[in-house]
């Protein structure tokens, strides 16, 4: 059993370790993709300042061709001019008419071609801006998201934890409840083996024996019935004794103050050891499963002193106090070292210091032990009132 309690609560903490580890993940993922966003970003801005540049070139080019058009049209013409009037001018004229219309054709040509590499780079650069556009759209419309998935995820780790851990504290706890009902069953198995059963065995056999006596020798089955009757008392006193262990009536009729008061006069009077019993505060209506946890507490605090703390002087004190019931128990025995025994269950006890912490830790209760050795223990807890018995 207590390998299961341990793999729940390494599952808890495994399932707690894999979401705090996807969110640094996610986390992590956020940061490259602003830093991805903010690479295009740049990228774009030294595209668009590019195309910027280039337009103004192409916009140049175009008056630099609009003017270079008009000037080889008139060399064009001069040269047509001169052509058709070739006996009017001398031949240094009209080779240099002709030069410049072939040097403006070159030139026009040239612009021409200058003008067509700039706009297919401005074409270019105008799709690659474009899609580095659309890049840098998706890369902000991810880390968007993204940064809203993490900050639901941050509102909500808290709330999936902790419902991670309830579910792991009632597998923890449910478990506990069963180890203390297999520890109570085991107790009153052995207490019903040693007591109960063997007497009513002995009964068997002197019922018998009295059976066989009867004709033969009445006055020894006389003395054998007297026998008879105290070795049935002695197996109904036991039998009371376990059902009070289970369950004390008293606590039904009488409640849970008398029932104490009951505890401590039998306590001293089969120990010896001087009992004080104080009660603190208004008394309140407490739940039937608190003044039970309550008397379990002082009835194993008293069992742990007979069997381990050679007190001479007990006290008992019962508080009601901002809707919790109190108790503390104190005796002036030689103690004990919390940190060797604290942890460890009593194998003679069915209910040990262990059993009395889950008890208390089920209600929502805290307990606190505090021991010196050779100066005494005092066992405190408190429990909330709880709700109504349900019937």
Known sequence: MVLVMQNDILTANRIHSILGNALNTIAEGKKEIFEIAESVRKECDIVNSKLVLLKSKIETIINELDILELEEKKARFELMRVSKNFNEFNEEHIKNAYENANNFR?????????????????????IRYRNLAKTLEKADGLGS??????????????????????????????VKIIKAQERERKKIAREIHDGPAQSMANIVLKAELCEKLLYKDPNRAKDELGSLKSVVRGCLTDVRRIIY????MSLDDLGLIPTIEKLKNRFSEETGIDVKFKILGEHEYINSIVQLSIFRVIQE?????????????????LEYVNGCLNVAVKDDGIGFDIEHTGNEEDSNSGFGMLGMKERVELLSGQIKVESVPYKGTTISVSIPYLGKDEH
């Open 106 to 126: 070159i030139n026009l040509v040239l612009k021409r071609q200058e003008e067509k590499d700039l706009i297919n780079r401005r074409n270019e650069l105008e």
């Open 145 to 174: 998201k993204i940064c809203t998935a993490i900050d639901y995820l941050n509102g909500n780790l808290e709330e999936i934890i902790d419902s991670i851990e309830d579910m792991d504290r009632k597998k923890y706890y449910g």
């Open 245 to 248: 262990d289970l369950r004390p």
């Open 301 to 317: 605090a008293l069992s742990n002193i007979i069997k381990h703390s050679k007190a001479r002087n007990v006290e008992i004190i």
